[in-house]
């Protein structure tokens, strides 16, 4: 009998080599002809790559939205090849994106942009940059889209205990890391096939005490959890 994929996984040291011993045994999942949006990578190391690399190795096309201030390093880094160790994938070619927009889900549309922002020179790259300009601009691009992926977590005062933390640095870190995953449900979905998932990242801060994970970002993990759980209710039912 062949192995299951808890055995697989149990076999595996790693994620990626618990991914190749599924593919190989023909269990894992076959994406070909899906598009994913994954929010929030910024470089070779995080989350939001480790699972686009998992997707691309499932055959699923790959559009990237990469903090707008990080998005000329990415491309430079990504075109002198310093991405291609973590880029291989499990048959040996190299992850590819369909397409890598600017994006701070800080913002969600034009006018929520203050002008010290708008008239950055960090911010000069990608011009349409808020949550709505990327969701329509990838309309425009691709048509629809599969999945979306929100890695996106930020809290300025994430080193602060939360009884030191300020009110803007606590609302901050909840407009970064989750208000930002119900605005790009509701610019995005939309434009989503039926069937689409969305999926989020949470920490075990959101419920349980984690010293030195501060700065309202338990509170915001938290947050994203519920909201997670709502928009599950409240999308799959309007789209």
Known sequence: PR??????????DTPAEGADLLKQMGLGPCLKGKRAFVAGVADDQGFGWAISRALADAGCEIVLGTWV????????SLRRGKFDANRTLSD????????????DAVYDTPE???????????????????VSEVAEQVKEDFGSVDIIVHSLANGPEVVKPLLETSRSGYLAAVSAS?????SLVQRFGPIMNPG??????TYLASE???PGYG???????AALESDTKVLAYEAGRKW
């Open 69 to 76: 201030p990080a998005l000329n390093i990415f491309n430079t």
């Open 215 to 221: 700065g309202g970002m338990s509170s915001a993990k």
């Open 178 to 182: 989750s208000f930002s995953m119900v």
């Open 112 to 130: 929520d942009v203050p002008e010290d922002v708008a008239t950055n020179k960090r911010y000069a790259a990608a011009p349409k940059f808020t």
């Open 92 to 103: 040996g070619s190299m992850m590819e994106f369909a397409k890598v927009y600017g994006l």
């Open 3 to 12: 192995p299951s994929v808890r055995a697989a996984a149990r076999a595996a």
């Open 196 to 201: 689409g998932s969305v999926i989020s990242l």
């Open 208 to 210: 349980s005490v984690i």
